[in-house]
Structure formats: structure tokens, C-alpha cells
């Protein structure tokens, strides 16, 4: 038996890409989430987030050879993530989940990765800085 890998179920390549730009025009206009990103390279951004959850879902691996080993915690050190700011980030995607409407289980997984994976991402409590 063969099995297929969401990012073919999807619809490859214009999936991840399309969920990419609808998702970062929902970061751009948060107030919160969009200072971090670079103001001047968005599409650099969008470039990167598409290639690595391309690369995640089972497609090309494109990303690593450009930017090796993920390693995404250390590499969102330099943004102060609190809960606000992953709630922002997961309501921008669920946002572009919504405007692709992919299948529904293929929603319930993208869904659930993502709320972990931006759970993990947390690295700034606010209320420990107030001392
Ligand atoms: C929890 C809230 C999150 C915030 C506020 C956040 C913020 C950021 C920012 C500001 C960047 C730099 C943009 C760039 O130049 O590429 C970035 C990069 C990135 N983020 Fe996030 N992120 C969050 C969660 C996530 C999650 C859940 C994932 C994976 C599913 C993810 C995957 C990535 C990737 C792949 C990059 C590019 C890394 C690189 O190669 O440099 N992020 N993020």
C-alpha cells in the first residue's frame, strides 16, 4: 500500500504557496505580529515559511539545502513570542486555512501540527519581565 503525503493530497507546491501569501497578508496587517518580520522582505519571508512547510508535509527539501537544519525554536529567539503573539500567529492561519478551505481532515491535521508547533514557539512571558 502506498501512501500519499498530505503535501500531494493538498495539491502540492500552489497549496503551500497560496496558503503562504493569504497567511502573510493577515500578518502585515496585525499590529503585533508584523514589526518582527523584516518590513522589507516579505516575500522573503513568504519564500521561506512556504519552502519549510512544503519540506515538512512530505514535498521537496528544498528548504533545507538553502537554510540546513530548521532548528525553528532557536531560530524565532530574536522575536519576543509571548501567548498574544501566538494566538495572532495561529488566527493569520487559520485565516488562510480558511480562504484555501482545504479538505476537513486534511484542515484537522494541518491545524493540530500548527497548534503545536506555535505552542512550542513561546519563548517571552511578560509577566516575568515586570521585576
Ligand atoms: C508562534 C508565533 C510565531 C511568530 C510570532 C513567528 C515569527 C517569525 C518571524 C518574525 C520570522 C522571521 C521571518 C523571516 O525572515 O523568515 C519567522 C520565521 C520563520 N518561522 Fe515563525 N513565528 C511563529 C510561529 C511559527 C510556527 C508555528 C512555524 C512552523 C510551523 C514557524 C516557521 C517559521 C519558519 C520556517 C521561518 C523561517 C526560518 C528561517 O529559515 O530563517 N513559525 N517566524
Known amino acids: 500500500m502506498t501512501q500519499q503525503t ?20 493577515r500578518v502585515w496587517a496585525d499590529a503585533v505580529l508584523r514589526p518582527m518580520y523584516p518590513q522589507d522582505d516579505r516575500a522573503g519571508a513568504e519564500d521561506r515559511l512556504a519552502l519549510f512547510l512544503m519540506q515538512y508535509w512530505g514535498g521537496p527539501g528544498t528548504y533545507s539545502a538553502q537554510r540546513g537544519h530548521p532548528r525553528l525554536r532557536m531560530r524565532h529567539h530574536p522575536f519576543p513570542i509571548d501567548l498574544d503573539a501566538r494566538e495572532r500567529w495561529i488566527a493569520a492561519m487559520h485565516g488562510a486555512l480558511d480562504a484555501l478551505a482545504p479538505a476537513p481532515l486534511h484542515r484537522a491535521e494541518l491545524e493540530d501540527y500548527f497548534d503545536r508547533a506555535a505552542t512550542a514557539m513561546i519563548n517571552h512571558n511578560p509577566l516575568l519581565r515586570q521585576r
Open 6 to 25: 498530505l503535501f500531494d493530497a493538498v495539491g502540492g507546491e500552489p497549496f503551500f504557496r497560496s496558503l503562504v501569501h493569504e497567511f502573510y497578508e
